[in-house]
Structures are given as structure tokens and as C-alpha cells.
């Protein structure tokens, strides 16, 4: 099935109306991707799958669906486009290769735990752009602590969550407890049912979570570290959403806009036990960049890679037992 990359001029239509593309139009992977066009060929910008190719002063980017706009030239068919998926490296040296990049949860927990930590620290080192995407269940399984830590370290420069991590990091902070469950014991605390209300009416209160910090409201925690260290967070909201609280854009499509913003020039990407915002952010990725996907639950990081993030490295992990490790490793490399 192979296709032959001799220069053939790529072929463009214009848009009939805002938001239809035209027929034919071609619909791009996360691959590096390039088009020829003015008889040379030139890189497609803004990687991303399912999106199309729009062409406009000697420059091609892929855009999606909604902000095609009426006139827009772009991409049809496949005849000067090229696809180069990134190299599989020999060596197996670092974590990406080591045991392949499936995802199993018979893996050594400890070592892989020590390379993540490594790659972390490389990616780091190198002036690269870390962005972890998070759900709840980091709170509820006492790792909070950790990613605040990995914060306060520098290894985070952004969060894309949805309105559930940053209410029971607000509640844990506030008030020790992830949805009325001591995280300390597993016991639970006394009415401690509307612990989560509570920290959402505390955040209104605030008007935000930055006023919140700024009052000295919030004085620990995920959130707290990232307002501290002027780290971007994005929260989207969701059908399900207790509150939502004040700072989750509620708009799917402005908090898709948000989260591409966050993720542009990122070199890797860590998703810890969200199955939703996992394999929303992975659809905006690019293939070259770094992901890895922490999660309890092995079809959450099957899903991942089975809906094109395959370059994913899987772990089938207590991110509550993993994550510490991960910090754990990353405080002795420093030193």
C-alpha cells in the first residue's frame, strides 16, 4: 500500500460555506505530514489527526472542522501529500522502548516507576515542556501530594483537568478529606457527604481559585501550587459536573481551543487515571510527542492507543503507589 512521495502538486478547493469542508477533502493523521506545493515540498503545521489542511499564503496548517471559514483552500484527495510516520528506535535504551509501547501491568512497577522519573528529568534538563493531564482519582488515591510536589519541583508547566480533580484537591486541601473519605485512613468523615459541596461553595465565595489562593484560602495542594507558580490550567466541563465550579469553561469548544493552547510545543505529556481527558488530549497531539498514561485500569490505556495515540507508553498502575515512586526518584536525581 505503499505511495509514491514524487512531486505531484497538491490539490485545493475551496470551502462553499463556514464550517463544510469540501468533498474529497483529505483527513489528516498525528504524523509529521507535508504537502507540495509551489513546486517544493513544505510541512504541515499543528499536527493533529482528523483535521483538514488548509493552505493560505504559502503556508499549510491542519485546522479543524469548526473553524473552516467560506473560501478557505483546502486539502483534497492525496496526491501531494506525504506521510512519514516517526522512526521506531533499535536500541532499547530509554522507556519508551522497553517492553515495547503496549501497555501491560506485568511490568516491574519500581523500575519503570525510576524511568519515567528519568525521562522526566531529561525532558526537563533539555528545556523541554511537560504537561500532565489529571483526573480525580489522583486525590482519592492520596497522590495529590506528589504532583503538588511535582509542581513546586518545576516538572509541570501545565494542567489540563476537568471541574472533579480541582474539586477534591480544593476538598483535600481544605478540608483532608476526597469525597467525605478520610485519604489519610479510608475512613469517613462525619457528614462528610457534602465535603465536596462545601469546597465548590468555597470557591464561590472566592469568586476563583486564584482569589481563593489570594486570600490565603487555599494554602496547599495541586491547585495551589499552580496559581503559586503561575502554572495554566484548564479546566473543561462536563455533563456531570457538581457546581461546576467558577473557573471550568463549560464551552466543549472554547476549552478544546484552551487545552490546544496549553499543549503546543509540548515534549511530553503525562495522563494520569482520566479516561475522558486522556483520549481528548491525545487526539490533539502530534505522534513525535512523548505520552504516558498512568492508569488502575488496562482498558482505559488499550482505548488510548486503539483510537491513535499509539506511540503511548501504558502503565497499569496505582497512580496512589506510582506517582510517590515517580517523585520519590525524581528528588534523588536532583540531588
Wanted: positive net charge.
Amino acid at each position: 500500500g505503499a505511495i509514491s512521495t514524487k512531486g505531484k502538486a497538491v490539490v485545493l478547493k475551496a470551502a462553499l460555506k463556514d464550517r463544510v469542508m469540501p468533498d474529497n477533502f483529505y483527513s489528516t493523521t498525528n504524523n509529521a505530514t507535508q504537502i507540495f506545493l509551489g513546486r517544493k515540498w513544505i510541512d504541515v503545521e499543528n499536527t493533529m489527526m482528523d483535521k483538514c489542511i488548509l493552505v493560505k499564503g504559502g503556508k499549510a496548517a491542519c485546522i479543524p472542522i469548526i473553524d473552516v471559514k467560506k473560501g478557505d483552500k483546502i486539502v483534497v484527495g492525496e496526491t501531494g501529500v506525504k506521510v512519514t510516520p516517526p522512526e521506531r528506535p533499535r536500541d532499547g535504551a530509554n522507556v519508551f522502548e522497553f517492553m515495547g509501547s503496549s501497555s501491560s501491568s506485568e511490568r516491574p512497577t519500581q523500575h519503570i516507576a525510576k524511568m519515567v522519573a528519568q525521562d522526566i528529568f531529561k525532558t526537563k534538563k533539555s528545556g523541554g515542556k511537560i504537561i500532565i493531564v489529571g483526573g480525580p482519582a489522583i486525590v482519592h488515591t492520596g497522590a495529590a501530594d506528589s504532583v503538588a510536589e511535582l509542581i513546586r519541583m518545576g516538572y509541570v508547566d501545565g494542567l489540563l483537568a476537568g471541574n472533579a480533580l480541582a474539586v477534591h484537591d480544593i476538598e483535600y486541601a481544605t478540608l483532608g478529606t476526597s469525597l467525605g473519605m478520610n485519604i489519610h485512613d479510608g475512613s469517613l468523615a462525619v457528614k462528610g457527604h457534602r465535603n465536596h459541596m462545601e469546597a465548590i461553595n468555597s470557591v464561590f465565595k472566592s469568586g476563583s481559585i486564584v482569589n481563593m489562593v489570594k486570600a490565603k484560602k487555599l494554602t496547599k495542594g495541586i491547585m495551589y501550587e499552580c496559581v503559586k507558580r503561575k502554572i495554566p490550567f484548564i479546566l473543561a466541563g462536563s455533563i456531570r459536573d457538581d457546581g461546576p465550579l467558577p473557573d471550568v469553561i463549560t464551552d466543549t469548544a472554547i476549552a478544546q481551543k484552551k487545552y490546544k493552547e496549553v499543549l503546543k510545543g509540548a515534549k511530553m505529556v503525562i495522563m494520569i487515571s482520566t479516561m475522558l481527558h486522556s483520549i481528548a488530549t491525545g487526539n490533539m497531539l502530534p505522534a513525535h510527542v512523548k505520552v504516558i498514561v498512568v492508569d488502575i485500569n488496562q482498558p482505559t490505556v488499550t482505548k488510548l492507543m486503539d483510537r491513535g495515540t499509539w506511540q503511548a507508553l501504558g502503565i497499569v498502575s496505582d497512580v496512589g503507589a506510582f506517582l510517590p515512586l515517580v517523585t520519590q526518584e525524581l528528588k534523588s536525581l536532583r540531588h
